[in-house]
């Protein structure tokens, strides 16, 4: 073999390698671009999924707290009104429309059972029950005898003394008879005000 013979196959065995370097090459590229995106896509998505999730669970639970602290406290505050811890003092005309729904006056007096004291307990807790404040009030008389009403403090007319048994709005006049100045039939007892306390 000349000299050109051997060139001619050396050049021919070169361009072979370079050619199956190049070809190996590219198919690695195109197997290594695959896997790739296979690969990054997989673990991008549970990269951004993850922080995705925690960061939408954070901002969910932030929102959703505020949120419900505000709904809580908000059933709290009526709650506790009605449950008599935050009560408020009603108009005149607010009270006299409670006075009129309420049902107490309805019921029987029954000596030693459902008496003045009782009438007078069931609407205070009847108008506390709807946030409204109201006030027990002991009437008392000579000796051992005296009586129950209530009363409100209203923000247009002042205190105002109510009978639970026929819900009248009545006064209270120390040194005068209660029936006699309400205008009730005379009682079989003294019953001149001696003193009478407002028990809020």
Not at 94 to 100: G, T
Not at 140 to 159: M, N, Q, R, S
Request: hydrophobic share 35%; aromatic share 12%; with cysteine.
């Amino acid at each position: 073999m000349n000299y050109l013979q051997r060139l001619t196959v050396a050049l021919g065995v070169i361009l072979v390698f370079v050619l199956a370097c190049s070809a190996s090459g590219y198919i690695g590229y195109i197997y290594g671009e695959d896997e790739g995106y296979a690969r990054g896509q997989e673990v991008g998505l549970e990269s951004g999924y993850g922080e995705g999730q925690n960061e939408g669970y954070q901002t969910g639970y932030s929102g959703g707290q505020k949120e419900g602290y505000q709904m809580g406290y908000s059933a709290g505050v009526k709650a506790t009104k009605a449950a008599g811890c935050n009560l408020w003092n009603p108009s005149y005309q607010e009270m006299k429309e409670f006075v009129a729904q309420d049902g107490t006056d309805s019921k029987t007096y029954i000596g030693g059972e459902y008496v003045c004291s009782d009438f007078a307990a069931e609407v205070n807790n009847n108008a506390e029950a709807q946030g409204i404040r109201c006030a027990l009030v002991d009437v008392k008389y000579p000796g051992d005898w005296g009586h129950a009403i209530v009363a409100f403090e209203t923000t247009d007319k002042g205190l105002v003394f109510i009978e639970p048994q026929f819900d009248d709005e009545v006064d209270v006049v120390v040194g005068a008879s209660y029936s006699q100045v309400n205008g009730y039939s005379e009682q079989p007892h003294n019953d001149t005000v001696v003193r009478y306390l407002v028990i809020w």
